[in-house]
C-alpha cells in the first residue's frame, strides 16, 4: 500500500511538472507586466532591484530579489525567467502535499497535492514573470506551518518558520499584511480556544512585529504611491464570481481585466459546457469546502485569514477605488483549495460519494487540461517579441523616436537599438490639461465616473495643448533623417478622430471601452494628425497583432 502511494505521489507531481513545463517559453516573449519584472531583475546588483524596484512598483522587492538573483545564475532568457515561476509552482505541490498529510485521513495528501497539480489559476502562473507563482508558494507554507502547529503547539521552530514565511509574505506583495495579521490572530484564538501556551506565539509576533518596521514606516512615507493610482481596470460585484471560477474550475477569466457584466454575459450565453467545466466544479469544491467544516472545526482556522482576506477586497472595492481581479486573492486560494481537499477525503463512503466527487472535480479539470486549446499552459502572452522585431527591421539608428501606448520599458529587452521611448499614456493622455487639472479628483472616483467626465473631452477633436507643446518640442529638435516611429496594436491603429467620435456617442461601446483604452486613442488620433501634416510618411508595417507607422523628419 505504501509503495502504491508512492507511486501515485510520483504520477501526481510529474504531471503537475509537465503542465508547468509544456509551452513554457512562449512564442511571444514577454508581455507587458512580465517586461516590468524583467527590467526590476536585470539591474546590475541587488542593491539597485531593491532600489529601482521600491521607486517604480507599487509591490516590495523580494520577487525581483529573488528572480534578480536566479538570472544571475541561470540568464535573463524569457524561458529562464518564466523557470523561476515554475520552480515555485512545483514547489507548491509538494508543500500541498506535506500539509495534507498533517491532517487526519491519509488521502489528504495526495488529494491536496493532485488540486495544486492541476489547478489551472496555479499552472497559468507558474507560466509568467510575476510574483503570483512565489506569492501562491508562500500562502501555501503558511497554511503548512499553521497546521503544524495544531499538531505541536509546543515546537518553537514551527512558529519561527511562521514569521519567517509572513515576513516573506509581506515582503512579497504589499496588502499581504490584510492576510498575515488574520493569520496570527485565527491562530491565537485557536490556540485559546484549546487552552495552549501562548509563549511561543508572544514571541513570534513580537519577532514579526520587528522585522515588519522597516516596511510599515516605508508604506507610511509613501501612502501617497498607493492611493493616488489612475487604472482601467473594471470591477463589479461580477468579479466575486469570476475568482471562485478561477479558483476552483480550469476555465480561467480574468487574466488581463474583468469583462464587463460577466455574470449577465455567463447566464445569457450558458452552455453545456460551461455547466461542466465551471458550474460543477465550483458546485464540488462547496461542498468540499462545507464537509470539512462540518466534520473540523480546525478547518475555520485554516479558511479564516484567507476568507478575512477576501472580505477586505470587497470592502476596498465597495468603499474605494480598488479592483477585484483574480491574481490579487491569489494569496487567499491555497487556504480555500486545501480546505477543499480535505473535505474530500472526510466525506462519508455511504453510496461512494467519497469517491464520486473528488473524482468528478479532478477529472473535469484535468479533461479539460488535456483537450481543451484554452488550456492554461497553451493561453499565449501578448508579448512584444513581434513589436520588437518589426522596429529593428526598420533600418532604426540610435536616438529615433518610438511611441508606445504604456509603459516605456516594453522594448528594453528585444530593442537592438538605443532610442528615445515616448509613452501615450504616460507622457501624452495622463499630462493633457483635462487629466492633470482633475488628477485628485479622479484619484477618489471610480473609473464609470471618471469615464463620465472625460466623456466631453472625448468627444471634441480638439487636440490638448500639452499635447501640441511636446510633439511640437519633438519635431523641432528632431535632425533630417530621422524616424518617428508611432507603435500600436492593431485595434487602435483602427481608429481615426472620426471612428472614435461614434465609438464615444455609443453608449454600449463607450460603456465596454476601458478608461485606459480610452485615453490612448485619443491621444493616439491627436498625435497621428500632428505627424501627418508635419513629418514624411514613410511606411506601415504589420505583424498580429502590431501595427508599427514609420514617419521621418
Not at 503544524?148 to 509546543?154: D, G, R, V
Request: proline share 4%; aromatic share 16%.
Amino acid at each position: 500500500m505504501k509503495n502504491k502511494s508512492i507511486w501515485l505521489i510520483a504520477v501526481i507531481f510529474i504531471a503537475g511538472l509537465i503542465f508547468r513545463l509544456l509551452f513554457l517559453d512562449k512564442a511571444g516573449g514577454l508581455s507587458y507586466d512580465e517586461l516590468v519584472s524583467f527590467k526590476q531583475a536585470s539591474q546590475p546588483n541587488a542593491l539597485s532591484t531593491l532600489y529601482y524596484t521600491l521607486k517604480t512598483d507599487v509591490h516590495m522587492p523580494l520577487y525581483q530579489l529573488f528572480l534578480h538573483w536566479w538570472a544571475k545564475i541561470f540568464s535573463l532568457s524569457d524561458l529562464s525567467l518564466r523557470a523561476f515561476s515554475a520552480f515555485c509552482g512545483l514547489l507548491t505541490i509538494i508543500v500541498g502535499f506535506y500539509t495534507g498529510k498533517e491532517l487526519p485521513p491519509p488521502r489528504t495528501g495526495i488529494l491536496c497535492a493532485s488540486l495544486f497539480a492541476i489547478n489551472s489559476f496555479f499552472i497559468y502562473y507558474s507560466q509568467e514573470v510575476r510574483m503570483y507563482s512565489l506569492l501562491i508558494l508562500l500562502a501555501s507554507l503558511t497554511v503548512l506551518f499553521t497546521v503544524k502547529i495544531k499538531n505541536n503547539p509546543e515546537n518553537r521552530w514551527n512558529y519561527a518558520a511562521l514569521v519567517l514565511t509572513c515576513f516573506a509574505l509581506i515582503h512579497t506583495y504589499t496588502i499581504a499584511f490584510i492576510y498575515v495579521i488574520a493569520l496570527i490572530f485565527t491562530v491565537l484564538v485557536y490556540l485559546c480556544l484549546q487552552k495552549q501556551p501562548l509563549k511561543h506565539l508572544r514571541n513570534a509576533i513580537f519577532t514579526l512585529i520587528i522585522l515588519c518596521v522597516p516596511v510599515c514606516l516605508f508604506l507610511f512615507i509613501n501612502s501617497a504611491k498607493y492611493t493616488n493610482q489612475i487604472n482601467g481596470y473594471y470591477c463589479d460585484w461580477s468579479s466575486l464570481f469570476i475568482v471562485i471560477q478561477d479558483m476552483f474550475t480550469p476555465v480561467l477569466e480574468s487574466l488581463a481585466n474583468n469583462p464587463p457584466h460577466y455574470m449577465h454575459l455567463f447566464f445569457t450565453t450558458f452552455s453545456l459546457s460551461k455547466l461542466i467545466f465551471i458550474i460543477l466544479p465550483v458546485a464540488a469544491a462547496f461542498f468540499g469546502i462545507y464537509t470539512a467544516l462540518r466534520k473540523d472545526k480546525f478547518s475555520y482556522a485554516v479558511i479564516a485569514p484567507a476568507a478575512v482576506f477576501f472580505i477586505a477586497e470587497i470592502i476596498a472595492f465597495k468603499f474605494t477605488n480598488f479592483k477585484i481581479l483574480p491574481r490579487y486573492a491569489a494569496i487567499s486560494m491555497p487556504a480555500f483549495l486545501i480546505v477543499t481537499a480535505y473535505g474530500f477525503s472526510l466525506i462519508s463512503s455511504a453510496k461512494r460519494l467519497n469517491v464520486i466527487i473528488p473524482s468528478i472535480f479532478i477529472v473535469l479539470n484535468l479533461v479539460y487540461l488535456l483537450f481543451s486549446p484554452y488550456a492554461a499552459y497553451k493561453i499565449p502572452r501578448d508579448g512584444f517579441r513581434p513589436l520588437a522585431n518589426l522596429i529593428n527591421q526598420s533600418e532604426l539608428h540610435n536616438s529615433d523616436f518610438v511611441l508606445v501606448w504604456n509603459r516605456k520599458e516594453i522594448l528594453d529587452k528585444y530593442l537592438d537599438k538605443k532610442v528615445n521611448v515616448i509613452s501615450i499614456l504616460k507622457d501624452f493622455a495622463y499630462k493633457s490639461e483635462v487629466m492633470a487639472a482633475n488628477e485628485k479628483q479622479f484619484n477618489s472616483l471610480s473609473i464609470e465616473k471618471r469615464k463620465e467626465i472625460l466623456q466631453p473631452y472625448f468627444y471634441q477633436n480638439n487636440t490638448p495643448y500639452n499635447t501640441l507643446l511636446l510633439m511640437n518640442y519633438i519635431i523641432t529638435n528632431m535632425q533630417p533623417g530621422q524616424k518617428f516611429i508611432i507603435t500600436t496594436t492593431a485595434n487602435f491603429n483602427d481608429f481615426d478622430k472620426e471612428k472614435f467620435k461614434h465609438l464615444v456617442e455609443n453608449p454600449e461601446q463607450y460603456q465596454a471601452a476601458s478608461l485606459n483604452d480610452l485615453l490612448t486613442i485619443k491621444s493616439l488620433t491627436d498625435i497621428k494628425e500632428i505627424c501627418s501634416y508635419n513629418l514624411k510618411f514613410i511606411e506601415t508595417k504589420e505583424e498580429s497583432p502590431y501595427v508599427i507607422t514609420i514617419y521621418s523628419k
